[in-house]
């Protein structure tokens, strides 16, 4: 088959798969069905596959004719509990589950680029891993479980995309350095001392020192963040009381910190004690915080990403291509970078001629047409990996 037929069939192969898993969508840790479909895919193409990686991952070694390195390219998996509200012809057929996020995406493509390589062996230098992960959604997530499982043993770089709805479709945007988010996520829990609404002065009123907690903490960004750097510190639940006339005895706060260098990631953690210590003695309440780290910032290395744009300028076009200031989103893509080199990047998938809804709404959507582009940059990028470094 010539490459260009191949290409279109592969397309045509590539968008079936998407609606298969977009509409069989299952959660972290869950993609048994995903990984079979997978799994048995590659094999047809080839590749030396390996399965039940950390759970439901696949792995799958293409070995080109020539001699080379080995690299490796990575797709997430699992889908998010969310009820679908597309009205597509393809909506999930599974209730509180969806690929909202474009995951189901990320799996047609880099199948549809296994396809394509396998056709191409002959020009390709050294080997190329295909690893598919389980839980990208869900901290910890499935990026630990894999790499600990060895599967970035001998891999000189990796490579990974992620479809981006908030970017026109057939655009390429990454970064030299930070790209996204280390993301924690907080709990304060404050046990006052209730009491009658009508008499504060015999109380511990949890609520006056939840909003002052919410106050004071705002000032951590303003006055403790270098401001050349980047930090978010996001309350997103407050919860206490039980009637109009009650003082409340016990609030509970949650939320997120967002930041790209370690420095500015424990500072935020620190003041946050500091200033849940200091608030329990000032006003003579128990306060605890339960402070957890979750994924890491994704910190491309400089070398790789050079070449992963080189690559995406001759499929995608000098003028659909460029660099990005640094999302506050999270990925556990960063921890493959913290073990070797390797860059991230973001395909614009957003359809033009439908409303626009962000990653993780029940409406979310992506624009199919971006696929074959999507896949054809990373078979490019195992084949000319070697002359681009």
Not at 121 to 127: A, D, Q, W
Not at 212 to 223: E, G, K, P, W
Not at 303 to 322: D, H, P, T
């Amino acid at each position: 088959m010539r490459t260009k037929d191949a290409r279109k069939s592969i397309t045509e192969e590539i968008i079936e798969l998407r609606r298969d898993f977009h509409k069989h969508p299952e959660l972290s840790f869950e993609e048994k069905r995903t990984s079979k479909i997978v799994a048995q895919y590659l094999r047809n193409c080839g590749l030396h596959v390996q399965e039940n990686v950390n759970g439901y991952g696949v792995v799958a070694d293409l070995v080109g004719a020539r001699n080379g390195p080995a690299i490796a390219f990575r797709a997430d998996m699992d889908a998010l509990p969310i009820q679908e509200e597309t009205g597509l012809p393809f909506a999930s057929v599974v209730p509180g589950v969806m690929h909202a996020c474009g995951h189901d995406g990320h799996i047609a493509i880099l199948m549809g680029a296994a396809k394509l390589l396998s056709l191409q062996k002959e020009k390709l230098s050294g080997t190329v891993r295909f690893i598919f992960q389980p839980a990208e959604e869900v901290n910890p997530g499935g990026a630990m479980g894999m790499i600990q499982a060895g599967v970035l043993n001998n891999i000189e770089a990796i490579f990974g995309l992620h479809l981006w709805s908030e970017l026109p479709s057939g655009t390429f945007r990454t970064s030299l350095g930070p790209m996204m988010a280390a993301t924690d996520r907080f709990t304060i829990e404050i046990e006052g001392q209730g009491g009658h609404g009508g008499m504060p002065h015999k109380t511990i009123d949890s609520i006056v020192l939840a909003s002052h907690l919410v106050m004071s903490a705002q000032h951590i960004i303003s006055r403790s963040i270098d401001p050349i750097e980047s930090g978010v510190l996001t309350f997103g639940e407050l919860k206490s009381g039980t009637a109009f006339n009650i003082i409340a005895n016990h609030a509970m706060l949650e939320g997120t910190t967002r930041s790209f260098t370690p420095e500015v990631r424990n500072t935020l953690q620190l003041k946050l004690e500091e200033l849940t210590n200091g608030l329990a003695k000032i006003y003579g309440a128990a306060i605890k915080l339960d402070f957890k780290r979750g994924y890491p910032a994704v910190v491309n290395h400089e070398r790789e990403a050079k070449v992963l744009l080189s690559v995406a300028e001759e499929v995608f076009g000098s003028e659909n291509i460029g660099l990005m200031r640094p999302n506050m989103v999270g990925e556990d893509f960063a921890y493959y970078l913290k073990e070797i080199p390797g860059a991230f990047c973001f395909v614009g998938a957003g359809d033009p001629n439908k409303p626009q809804y962000p990653h993780h709404h029940p409406r979310f959507q992506i624009d199919e047409r971006v696929f074959p582009k999507a896949a054809n940059w990373f078979c490019q990028l195992a084949l000319n990996y070697v002359s681009n470094k």
